[in-house]
Nanobody, 129 residues
Framework: QVQLVESGGGSVQAGGSLRLSCKAS?????????MAWFRQAPGKEREAVAT???????TYADSVEGRFTISKDNAKNTLYLQINDLKPDDTALYFC??????????????????????WGQGTQVTVSS
């Protein structure tokens, strides 16, 4: 059973930056993992922000391309999301997600929530204008 714990959220002014972290534990040895960041604003559905496959290939939602960067540190079992030039529309609860896959080159660009198996509790990002 994989556990995911997010951190790094906060309240910032528009134009600012944040780096979110997601610490993973309980990984099953012998498996690779796809990882992703999602966000959910009040009254809206949860939406994908970015994904990364075991070989560190990344995909991004069009709305965040160029401002968000997903990365990971395998030695620390930690996933990151660098967010620059924050906008009020980025205000949301940010979640990390994971799913085990068989191959390092597996495609992980699933932007639907039901594909992902493990979820963290989220970290709040609030952006004021």
């Amino acid at each position: 059973q994989v556990q995911l714990v997010e951190s790094g959220g906060g309240s910032v002014q528009a134009g600012g930056s944040l780096r979110l972290s997601c610490k993973a534990s309980g990984n099953d040895y012998g498996f690779y993992y796809c990882m992703a960041w999602f966000r959910q604003a009040p009254g809206k559905e949860r939406e994908a922000v970015a994904t990364i496959n075991p070989a560190a290939r990344t995909t991004y939602a069009d709305s965040v391309e160029g401002r968000f960067t997903i990365s990971k540190d395998n030695a620390k079992n930690t996933l990151y999301l660098q967010i620059n030039d924050l906008k009020p529309d980025d205000t949301a609860l940010y979640f990390c997600a994971a799913r085990s896959v068989r191959f390092a080159g597996s495609t992980c660009d699933a932007f639907t929530t039901r594909w992902w198996v493990y979820w963290g509790q989220g970290t709040q990002v609030t952006v004021s204008s």
